[in-house]
C-alpha cells in the first residue's frame, strides 16, 4: 500500500469518527435532542427514499414493456414493504435485489 492510499484512509477515519462523536461533544451526553434534529429524523427516510426514486427511475423507457416493467414491479415492492414494514433499509435492499432478479432471470 503506498502513502498515498494509507493517506486517504487515515484522513476518511478521522472524518468519521470525528463526524460520530460530534453531536456527543457539542451537545454533551445527556442533552436534550433539538426539535430540528427531531424533524430531521422524522422527514429524511421520506426524503431519502424520494431521491433514491427519481434516480433510479431516470433512464427508464417506454418503448417496449421489458424495458419499464422491472422498475415498475421493483417501486411497487419497495413502497408495498415500506408502507408494512416501516423500514427504509430492508425495502431498500428487498427492493434491489428484486429488481435485479428480474433484469437477469426473467426480462433478459
Known sequence: MNMHSLSI???????????????F???GRNAKVPNFITY?????????????IIY????VSFRSYGKWLPSAISVAVVAGLHVWKRN?????IL?????MLLVQ????
Open 25 to 27: 461533544m457539542l451537545l
Open 95 to 99: 427492493g434491489t435485489i428484486c429488481y
Open 88 to 92: 427504509t433499509l430492508l425495502s431498500i
Open 9 to 23: 484512509i487515515i484522513v476518511i477515519s478521522g472524518v468519521t469518527v470525528l463526524l460520530r462523536f460530534l453531536p
Open 56 to 59: 433510479c427511475l431516470r433512464d
Open 40 to 52: 430531521l429524523g422524522k422527514r429524511l427516510p421520506y426524503a431519502i427514499m424520494g431521491m433514491l
Open 105 to 108: 432471470y426473467i426480462f433478459v
